[in-house]
T-cell receptor
Framework: NAGVTQTPKFRILKIGQSMTLQCTQDMNHNYMYWYRQDPGMGLKLIYYSVGAGITDKGEVPNGYNVSRSTTEDFPLRLELAAPSQTSVYFC????????????FGEGSWLTVV | GDSVTQMEGPVTLSEEAFLTINCTYTATGYPSLFWYVQYPGEGLQLLLKATKADDKGSNKGFEATYRKETTSFHLEKGSVQVSDSAVYFCALQLQGGSEKLVFGKGTKLTVNP
């Protein structure tokens, strides 16, 4: 009963380094999302995907890239990490039907120093 | 644009007290409305939802009614428990393509014994 799985759970990066946050879901969901959560703030959408091969920008896409080569996987790439990218990152997925529940992973805590 | 405004926290209550967390929204069209809960160190979990006007979502003693006339979706619980201590997020789901969620900033609830 895995659901949405994110790795790593914790990571410290140096300024200018790059890394990929992995996300996989086993529910055969069409839609996948990446959100970031800053302290005292709600979640902001970074990128989303409505199916394999299709991605689109959310509210705060700068400094990130995504790909969706399979239904299951939706990795988020951080290029040239900056302190402003210190945040908690959540991957999520859902079926296409409006009103359907969006399921979240447990989060990835990223610190850029 | 579409947005969610939540009651500012933090909220501190004694066990068995009545809880209300206010949530209002601005949206074009007819969004679905959600309450998500985040326990310390965990991801977000769906608490309840409503997909059309006058619908009432309920779960674990929590309730919220979709009020189109006041564009509100206030969360209530008659008698809170220590285990309800968490951050609560109100969210709306946009229709028509991405089904992405727009979140409020969250309200931290602490329930004391």
């Amino acid at each position: 009963n895995a659901g949405v799985t994110q790795t790593p759970k914790f990571r410290i990066l140096k300024i200018g380094q790059s890394m990929t946050l992995q996300c996989t879901q086993d529910m055969n969901h069409n839609y996948m999302y990446w959100y970031r959560q800053d302290p005292g703030m709600g979640l902001k959408l970074i990128y989303y995907s409505v199916g394999a091969g299709i991605t689109d920008k959310g509210e705060v896409p700068n400094g990130y890239n995504v790909s969706r080569s399979t239904t299951e996987d939706f990795p988020l790439r951080l290029e040239l990490a900056a302190p402003s990218q210190t945040s908690v990152y959540f991957c999520a997925s859902s079926y296409v039907t409006p009103g359907n529940t969006i399921y979240f992973g447990e989060g990835s805590w990223l610190t850029v120093v | 644009g579409d947005s969610v405004t939540q009651m500012e926290g933090p909220v501190t209550l004694s066990e068995e007290a009545f809880l209300t967390i206010n949530c209002t929204y601005t949206a074009t069209g007819y969004p679905s409305l959600f309450w998500y809960v985040q326990y310390p160190g965990e991801g977000l979990q769906l608490l309840l939802k409503a997909t059309k006007a006058d619908d009432k979502g309920s779960n674990k003693g929590f309730e919220a009614t979709y009020r189109k006339e006041t564009t509100s979706f206030h969360l209530e619980k008659g008698s809170v428990q220590v285990s309800d201590s968490a951050v609560y997020f109100c969210a709306l789901q946009l229709q028509g393509g991405s089904e992405k969620l727009v979140f409020g900033k969250g309200t931290k609830l602490t329930v004391n014994p």
